[in-house]
């Protein structure tokens, strides 16, 4: 392994520890309990088990080591970041992975010959976040790390549940969950739901870097809670805030809320270059929301995307989609932008500042001269609900 990376592993060499397994449980989950040992070399260990009546099996604690081991690299990657963005801060920051190993017990008793997940003590135990999107504010540079990974990997996968011990910037995690799009990581892996939910819910701090990727227009999907969510779970977790508006509208009725708009998105595509991927895909019976608008004065939508506006107006004129689905979000949530943005003009239409171009509400007040090039790309891609969402997500403004 990369020494690099393994320079943030905290491990035990020692291939045998032991505990009372009559001690008292020093934490305990919906699934799982802790109780505290040593290893042969007398440090501090905590030995997990399952708890009896679990319906998965204990093989559940290979899927731990996997997670461990693959969050190595985002921790290893997050430093590097640190040292860069916060060269002062580099010193004092440090984040290391606690890495699980598992055993048998090999003593007669209670759980004899049973799995158990062993790694070292960690005094303090406390939790930063939660794969449901709980977080702890104040534990920054945790919350930033999460962040992290899903930009990293492009927002395929989402370090999380981060917990463990913790003395100001220096942290030693346990435990911690990776959601992927693939859900390869076992029963703690959310998937893309998982993820989404966790973007809707994370608020970037001091240690976020404002370039990082976002899931812009992410749903609440699960109630956040601290306690750890398995896959088992979701079921039964109740889906709060359904209380969420929907429509379908002609993006020609969408109002803009600024005058001009640069021809590029963030991630350097232009205008024309996302119009057209977007027109090789056969979205028009997609169900998956297109755009976050307000509605201001009680009747005119508006939206605080005005690149992605503009390139929906150009995929109407171009006639590749209809009215698109929308979400509708309350004034109140998104008041500080809209009041930044808002110049209080009309929005019919925007400038695309290099080149001068105005795209309007019809083909008649547009001069974008890639018009005809968009209705000129036919779909050839039928994309997934999770692709789409995922592109969508990089089309941010700001
Ligand atoms: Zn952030």
Redesign the pocket.
């Known amino acids: 392994m990369d020494t690099n990376v393994e320079f943030y592993a905290n491990r035990n060499s020692d291939n045998s520890a032991s505990w009372n397994p009559s001690s008292e449980r020093i934490g305990e989950g919906k699934y799982k309990y802790v109780q505290k040992g040593h290893y042969d070399n007398g440090n501090e260990c905590a030995v997990k088990f399952l708890k009896s009546g679990t319906t998965f099996s204990s093989t559940c604690f290979l899927d731990d080591v996997k997670n461990a081991e693959a969050a190595l690299p985002y921790i290893s990657k997050f430093h590097d970041y640190v040292r860069q963005a916060f060269p002062s801060h580099a010193g004092h920051i440090a984040i290391k992975l606690n890495m699980p190993a598992v055993w048998s017990q090999s003593t007669e008793g209670t759980n004899f010959g049973q799995n158990c997940l062993v790694e070292p003590f960690v005094p303090n135990f406390q939790k930063f976040n939660s794969n449901s999107g709980a977080a702890d504010a104040t534990a920054a540079v945790a919350?930033?790390l999460s962040?992290f990974s899903y930009h990293v990997s492009d927002g395929r996968e989402l370090v999380c549940d981060l917990q463990g011990g913790r003395d100001g910037r220096n942290y030693v995690l346990s435990d911690v969950v990776i959601m992927s799009a693939d859900k390869k990581y076992g029963n703690t892996d959310l998937g893309l739901p998982g993820i989404e939910n966790f973007c809707a819910n994370?608020?970037?701090?001091p240690f976020?870097s404002s370039h990082?990727k976002?899931w812009s227009n992410a749903k609440r999907r699960y109630q956040p809670v601290m306690s750890t969510t398995i896959t088992l779970d979701v079921a039964s977790i109740p889906t709060p805030l359904s209380n969420r508006e929907y429509q379908r509208v002609f993006a020609s009725d969408i109002m803009f809320t600024q005058s001009s708009i640069k021809n590029q998105f963030q991630d350097g595509k232009t205008l024309l270059q996302t119009a057209k991927e977007l027109a090789r895909q056969d979205i028009k019976k997609s169900d998956i929301p297109m755009i976050t608008v307000v509605r201001v004065n009680g009747t005119v939508l508006r939206s605080l995307d005005n690149r992605r506006l503009a390139v929906f107006r150009l995929l109407e004129m171009a006639n590749k989609i209809h009215k698109i689905k929308v979400e509708v979000v309350p004034l109140e949530r998104v008041r500080e932008e809209f009041n930044r943005k808002w110049d209080g003009g009309s929005g019919d239409s925007i400038q695309v500042r290099q080149g001068n171009y105005v795209i309007g509400r019809t083909e008649l007040s547009t001069n974008f001269p890639g018009l005809a090039e968009i209705k000129n790309t036919y779909p050839s891609e039928q994309p997934t609900d999770a692709a789409l969402t995922i592109f969508l997500g990089t089309l941010t403004d700001e």
């Open positions: 919350q930033a962040h994370h608020v970037c701090g976020c990082w976002t």
